[in-house]
């Protein structure tokens, strides 16, 4: 009876971990049909050029102005962490704020080829929304380290001829995120997983995988950069190659 009543607990868990995976995945192809709207306005000019020169100066606003609004969500859902509360709309408020902050730099400096760049990321996210759900933390922040890196030599690639500017901007804080995963992994060594009150990880959990996914991204966007589109090219699929690794590895440990 014991052993049933666990049984049934554990599977009344997975299913409201599955229907939450659904939901983020919904928003996922929301986000998408919203880009492709804004696409075909922006871009296209659907609705006349008039409304096309208004989404132009909002997302020069907003490129600036979100950083700030980003910053400030974040500091207010901290207070509301340390005061012992729930702090899911504040997170939830900063996300749509960093995602619109996101299309306005992209849409702003980059125009079209920003548009079409943002058109593939929901498509990662909701890749990297069944790693979270299905798979060990860990893997996701590895699998968020190496998709970073793999959207920069992407990046590098296709636009740096027309855009050498922001794809450093890009490169930049992305060697900044590497560093700050070394950082983030080392905290949550000491402290047994947590951050602060709240558990990030689980305690026994291994970085080794992660060490080695930030030093095989930063060494493969320095090739990049150093040695050309043609080597960059090539080294998208060792990126590629170490997630699909990852993926088996922690698929097998699922079992």
């Known amino acids: 009876m014991f052993e049933k009543g666990k049984r049934e607990q554990r599977a009344s868990k997975e299913d409201a971990a599955f229907n939450k995976m659904l939901l983020w995945l919904a928003g996922a192809v929301v986000v998408e049909l919203v880009i492709l709207f804004l696409r075909q306005v922006y871009v296209n000019l659907l609705f006349g050029g008039a409304v096309a020169y208004g989404l132009k ?33 504040p997170w939830a408020c900063t996300a749509g704020v960093a995602l619109l902050w996101v299309v306005s730099g992209f849409a702003y400096y980059l125009f079209d080829a920003g548009m079409n760049i943002m058109m593939v990321m929901p498509a990662a996210g909701a890749v990297l929304i069944v790693i979270f759900f299905l798979y060990q933390r860990v893997f996701f922040l590895n ?101 699909f690794i990852q993926a088996v590895f922690f698929t097998v440990k699922l079992m």
């Open 143 to 243: 699998a968020m380290l190496a998709g970073g890196g793999l959207a920069a030599l992407w990046m590098f690639r296709e636009y740096y001829m027309d855009h050498p500017t922001t794809v450093r901007v890009c490169f930049a804080l992305g060697f900044a995120a590497l560093a700050a995963a070394v950082v983030l992994a080392f905290l949550l060594i000491r402290n047994g997983g947590k951050l602060g009150r709240v558990q990030v990880m689980p305690a026994d959990t291994s970085y080794l995988l992660t060490w080695v996914t930030c030093a095989l991204t930063a060494v493969s966007m320095v090739l990049g950069l150093v040695m050309g589109a043609g080597v960059a090219y090539y080294l998208l699929f060792v990126l590629a190659g170490w997630l």
């Open 57 to 89: 100066v909002f997302f020069q606003v907003f490129s600036f102005a979100g950083a700030a609004l980003v910053a400030a969500g974040v500091v207010w859902a901290v207070l509301r962490v340390r005061g012992g509360k729930s702090a899911v709309l």
